[in-house]
């Protein structure tokens, strides 16, 4: 079976393509002359609109919904289904439902659309974290899933690895790490909040600071996707950041370039206590704090995929934030958060 076929004019099916890793991705295979179908329970979004525009066929699905079926008005044979689609919550039934169930789903829609080539979005939550002898942690490493999410991934491999080992079947299994870029603000809302003062996280910050991720910009990501379809890879692979950082340089990454350094000088200061009103930690906190004091990094080894399509990776971390961050002011986020702290600290200031 030849493995490297041209994206232009393939039928690519796509999985949650109208969430902010799909939507780029859908974005990026249209650009290229495929024919892509977005299954989605998105369909009436600004992004599957745009996407609509372009050309793509937007169908509606619910993964997580057992009885349902996507209604094709013209069924069409494809090249790759593409599955992205996911419950990122960190626990809960919808996780399985979506993750565990709707993966069994795709894979019968992937036999249905008679597509030859199932990639897999999986997550390095899949694997775990590891200790600092450990680090950077390797695809044949044994999965040490912290969450629920982390777990329903682990059967979510396992599906896509017994449907790749039918006769006429590729199958491909990707260990996504912590994407971030315009159009989200993961890490980058509370990493704000935090540096100036409105989120609690001098009680934790012994516990924090040092913890070790590897934040992949959306842009590289996409890159790494589309070289792998082109290429027909088969088998497990990590695509992560080529930094990894603590939670600490990333603050003083962040503090650097939106001149908030006497910030970060003053959230490392253990004399500073927290607003005498203990709130709640920010979920992507409690996120990073995930694990135990040994096993809490984020860091893994993704030299097996290079080899097999290069360096995908060309955004640093540094230049990554500043365009997030553009991003993010363009959007309104940023003045808007900036009124509602100054807000919150003249309730402080009367109480």
Not at 13 to 32: D, E, N
Not at 138 to 148: Q, Y
Not at 239 to 251: C, D, N, P, R
Not at 272 to 286: G, H, K, N, S
Request: charge should be positive.
């Amino acid at each position: 079976m030849e493995r490297r076929k041209p994206i232009h004019n393939s039928h690519v099916i796509v999985t949650g393509g109208a969430g902010f890793i799909g939507s780029r991705v859908s974005a990026k295979l249209l650009s290229m002359g495929a024919r892509v179908t977005i299954l989605t329970r998105h369909v009436s979004t600004p992004r599957a609109a745009e996407l609509a525009t372009r050309g793509a066929r937007i169908i509606a699905c619910d993964l997580a919904a057992q009885d349902q079926k996507p209604l094709l008005p013209s069924p069409e044979q494809a090249d790759v289904f593409l599955h992205l689609a996911a419950d990122v919550s960190v626990s809960g039934p919808s996780v399985w439902a979506t993750n565990v169930g709707g993966t069994k789903r795709a894979l019968q829609w992937a036999d249905a659309f008679k597509a030859p080539y199932f990639v897999c979005a999986s997550s390095i939550e899949a694997q775990g974290l590891g200790a600092d002898q450990e680090i950077p942690l390797r695809e044949e490493m044994p999965c040490r899933p912290v969450s629920d999410y982390g777990r329903s991934k682990v059967k979510a491999e396992e599906l896509t690895a017994a449907w790749g080992a039918a006769s006429g079947h590729l199958a491909l299994i990707l260990r996504i790490g912590n994407i971030y870029g315009p159009g989200s603000a993961w890490f980058l809302h509370p990493s704000l909040m935090a540096l100036l003062g409105a989120t609690p996280i001098r009680r934790i910050w012994s516990q924090l600071c040092h913890r070790r991720f590897q934040p992949l910009y959306i842009d590289d990501l996409v890159e790494g996707l589309v070289r792998v379809v082109e290429s027909r890879l088969t088998g497990l692979y990590n695509i992560t950041g080529e930094e990894s950082v603590t939670i600490g340089q990333y603050l003083e990454t962040l503090a650097r370039l939106t001149q908030l350094t006497d910030c970060f000088e003053l959230l490392q200061s253990p004399s500073q206590p927290d607003a005498a009103r203990p709130l709640p930690i920010a979920p992507d906190f409690a996120y990073a704090l995930m694990g135990t004091p040994e096993q809490c990094h984020r860091s893994y080894d993704n030299a097996k995929l290079r080899a097999e399509i290069g360096a995908y990776g060309r955004w640093s971390l540094a230049r990554g934030l500043a365009a997030t961050l553009a991003w993010y002011h363009a959007s309104g986020q940023l003045p808007a958060l900036l009124h509602a702290i100054q807000q919150r600290a003249g309730a402080l200031a009367c109480t």
